[in-house]
């Protein structure tokens, strides 16, 4: 059964430096998305991406932030200068249709820490 | 502000009992979506409803669109059951509202 991946599965990294998060979506899905979940706390949407650019994003997703789609296959989450506060997991998901029309489909996540 | 409120926040029972999880939701909504988060982390979709009942297996869903409210139901509950539950809706476009989650502890 097809899935969703990410790597790493657990990053650690210095304050202020830059992380990248890699996710193989569904060969077939359309719309991408990423979320996170700050330890304890809820998972709270990032940014929604569809057709090559962002179709949506929460006010967590400042310009801290970048998504990129660079081949046929990656989605790419980039946090520019990391802050201990950026330390969750992160999941990456995927849908065929937008997400009033279709399930989606979760990776296993990225645990970041930030030192 | 929450748009979405789920419960209980924890809940233990049984092995066999039948369980109920509710969500409420204070804005109009195209869809909501029942996940359910393994111990390890990871995250699995259930079900997508905009109206009535869908049932997969052991679980059934419903979602009444006047009441803005939704709930989750597990027949027969089994230890493997256990799991955060989660619910979340989406509006006219494709950002999620997530709940807060439910804790499910199922005894043998």
């Known amino acids: 059964e097809p899935e969703v991946t990410q790597t790493p599965s657990h990053q650690v990294t210095q304050m202020g430096q830059e992380v990248i998060l890699r996710c193989v979506p569904i060969s077939n899905h359309l719309y991408f998305y990423w979320y996170r979940q700050i330890l304890g706390q809820k998972v709270e949407f990032l940014v929604s991406f569809y057709n090559n650019e962002i179709s949506e994003k929460s006010e967590i997703f400042d310009d801290q932030f970048s998504v990129e789609r660079p081949d046929g296959s990656n989605f790419t989450l980039k946090i520019r200068s990391t802050k201990l506060e950026d330390s969750a997991m992160y999941f990456c998901?995927?849908?065929?249709?937008?997400?009033?029309?279709?399930?989606?489909?979760f990776g296993p996540g990225t645990r970041l820490t930030v030192l | 502000k929450n748009e979405v409120e789920q419960s209980p926040q924890n809940l233990t029972a049984q092995e066999g009992e039948f369980i109920t999880i509710n969500c409420s939701y204070s804005?109009?909504?195209?869809?909501l979506h029942w996940l359910q988060q393994h111990p390890g982390g990871g995250i699995v979709s259930l079900f997508m409803?905009?109206?009535g009942k869908k049932k997969h297996g052991r679980l059934i869903a419903t979602i009444n669109i006047q009441e803005k409210h939704s709930s989750l139901h597990i027949t027969a509950s089994h230890p493997r059951d256990s799991a955060v539950y989660i619910c979340a809706v989406t509006r006219t476009g494709n950002q999620f509202y997530f709940g807060t989650g439910t804790s499910l502890t199922v005894i043998p």
């Open positions: 998901a995927s849908s065929e249709a937008g997400a009033s029309y279709n399930e989606q489909f």
């Open positions: 409803l905009s109206s």
């Open positions: 804005v109009g909504i195209s869809a």
